[in-house]
């Protein structure tokens, strides 16, 4: 399960962050806190991410199953505009 967490913060919101989630929750076809009907995927707003000069920050973790604790990876990407969102969980949606 992909489990991708958009910062709400203030910087992050200054700078699209809320256009980013909103865009996600799109192209998911979700709203923030819900997992796709095949629990591919899992949306969160989330706190600072640090970094806010980099805004919008969007953590990327892969989670083994929806009942383990355990993330097999994960990062946080940078200056995720709602395009840039799309574009990377399109190509999340295909591999």
Not at 7 to 21: D, K, P
């Amino acid at each position: 399960m992909h489990i991708v967490k958009i910062c709400t913060a203030g910087s992050c919101t200054r700078n699209f962050g809320l256009e980013t989630l909103e865009r996600a929750e799109k192209v998911l076809g979700i709203k923030a806190g819900e997992t796709t009907p095949d629990g591919k995927f899992r949306l969160e707003k989330t706190g600072c991410l640090s970094q806010c000069e980099l805004g919008p920050n969007v953590a990327f973790l892969s989670q083994e199953s929806p009942l383990s604790m355990l993330f097999t990876e994960g990062h946080i990407e940078h200056h995720m505009l709602p395009s840039r969102i799309e574009a990377k969980l399109n190509q999340l949606k295909t591999e």
